[in-house]
Structure formats: structure tokens, C-alpha cells
Nanobody, 124 residues
Framework: QVKLVESGGGSVQAGGSLRLSCAAS????????MGWFRQGAGKEREGVAQ????????YVADSVKGRFTISQHNQMNTLYLQMNSLKPEDTAMYYC?????????????????WGQGTQVTVSS
């Protein structure tokens, strides 16, 4: 059974940085799509970034492009989200997610496995 555990959330001031980590276990496939989503209070869960573990190909949503970077360590072992120049509107619960195969569109319905989330709060 695939298990995803996020860490690294916290409270920072605007302009600061955080790095989120996602420890993955239990996956036996050759490739996977791993991604980060976020959900602010009263908002829909939105895709932030994703990576195909076998190729390293990444996609980052326009809303965070140039500020957030997704990366991995030891394919499908650890996923990272480096977040720089944080803004108050980045405040949300951040979720790690995954599914088998290469990445398609960054859509919530594509992802089968989910972590419990880690809270990020950015103050002005």
C-alpha cells in the first residue's frame, strides 16, 4: 500500500521560504506521477506542481511559477517542494499526491494516493 507523509510546513513572513518534503513508501511500479496540491480555507484544492519520476519532467502551475520548484530524490522515494518569495495567498494546507504512470494534466481526479497534508501559513 502506498503511503505518503508530508513534512516541512510552518509559519513564515511574506517573502520567506519553506521546503516541503513528502516521504513515499510502498510503491512498486517503474514510474509514477507525484505532485503537490494545496487547499486554502474555503477554496477548491488546486494543483501546484507535478513530476514524472522516471523522466524527471516537471510542470509548475502559473500561479507559483518562478517561485516554487518541485524535485525528487531517489525516484518515488522523496518529493520536495521548494517555496520561495512566499505570499499571504500561498497560505493553505499542502498535500502530496501520486498515481501510477507518467504525468498527464495536473488534476485532482488523476491522483489516486494522498498524504494527510502539512499546513503553510504566510503572514504579511
Amino acid at each position: 500500500q502506498v503511503k505518503l507523509v508530508e513534512s516541512g510546513g510552518g509559519s513564515v513572513q511574506a517573502g520567506g521560504s519553506l521546503r516541503l518534503s513528502c516521504a513515499a513508501s510502498g510503491y512498486t511500479g517503474r514510474s509514477a506521477c507525484m505532485g503537490w496540491f494545496r487547499q486554502g480555507a474555503g477554496k477548491e484544492r488546486e494543483g501546484v506542481a507535478q513530476i514524472t519520476t522516471s523522466s524527471g519532467y516537471t510542470y509548475v502551475a502559473d500561479s507559483v511559477k518562478g517561485r516554487f520548484t518541485i524535485s525528487q530524490h531517489n525516484q518515488m522515494n522523496t518529493l520536495y517542494l521548494q517555496m520561495n518569495s512566499l505570499k499571504p495567498e500561498d497560505t493553505a494546507m499542502y498535500y502530496c499526491a501520486a498515481y501510477s504512470g507518467p504525468c498527464g494534466d495536473l488534476l485532482r481526479r488523476n491522483f489516486r494516493y494522498w498524504g494527510q497534508g502539512t499546513q503553510v501559513t504566510v503572514s504579511s
